[in-house]
């Protein structure tokens, strides 16, 4: 079956510019997460849904960063007014209840 | 300190040998845990997954977790170059299932 789906799978933009990064998880899968994965870095937490709502959003590194999910499936992640500090690959995953994540490919940003 | 921590090589092997990889960790509320391999540009692909301390099989992939040591190891035996990749490993406390904890990642090179 399908697996989870990321676009863009690259993005590059300007310095000050607002982003939005898309994940499509796996069908039925009713728990979502986001994490940011800086060069040669292990993967950073950013934000976990079960269902539409958000219980962590500890890990979103400032106020320029929002996330919303949808009828329990598709996710956004939005980062406003973006920093070189931001460039980094965003990995979305999905899991069942208390399962295991499954990953898709990111999207890989680069701010100039 | 990380509350995870892993070296990140990276780990040269020639085909055919045992790839040995660890991670340490200092939370015991950690009780689950994960093994993912990232081939590069892909997101993480999850290995294997376990639970109690101990030893897991599956194929040539043998993971053990050690609870008293807070260690954990996976075994590749008869490794080949198509294993070349970097190796996560991850884990999650009881009281905060969507939040993974990642180490740095071990890249490791399996040589013709």
């Known amino acids: 079956g399908a697996g989870v789906s990321q676009s863009p799978s690259n993005k590059v933009t300007e310095k000050g510019k607002d982003v939005e990064l898309r994940c499509d998880p796996i069908s039925g899968h009713t728990a979502l997460y986001w994490y940011r994965q800086r060069l040669g870095q292990g993967l950073e937490f950013l934000i976990y849904f079960q269902g539409n709502s958000a219980p962590d959003k500890s890990g979103l590194p400032s106020d320029r960063f929002s996330a919303e999910r949808t009828g329990e499936s598709v996710s956004t992640l939005t980062i406003q007014r973006t920093q070189q500090e931001d460039s980094a690959v965003y990995l979305c995953?999905?899991?069942?209840?208390?399962?295991?994540?499954?990953f898709g490919d990111g999207t890989r940003l680069s701010i100039l | 300190q990380k509350e995870v921590e892993q070296d990140p090589g990276p780990l040269s092997v020639p085909e055919g040998a045992i790839v040995s990889l660890n991670c340490t960790y200092s939370?015991?509320?950690?009780?689950?845990f994960m093994w993912y391999r990232q081939y590069s540009r892909k997101g993480p692909e999850l290995l294997m997954y376990t639970y109690s301390s101990g030893n897991k099989e599956d194929g040539r992939f043998t993971a053990q977790v050690d609870k008293s040591s807070k260690y954990i190891s996976l075994f590749i035996r008869d490794s080949q170059p198509s294993d070349s990749a970097t190796y996560l490993c991850?884990?999650?406390?009881?009281?905060?299932?969507?939040?993974?904890?990642f180490g740095a990642g071990t890249q490791v090179v399996v040589t013709p």
């Open positions: 991850a884990m999650i406390p009881t009281d905060s299932w969507g939040k993974l904890q």
């Open positions: 995953a999905s899991s069942l209840p208390n399962q295991p994540q499954h």
């Open positions: 939370n015991s509320a950690f009780q689950y």
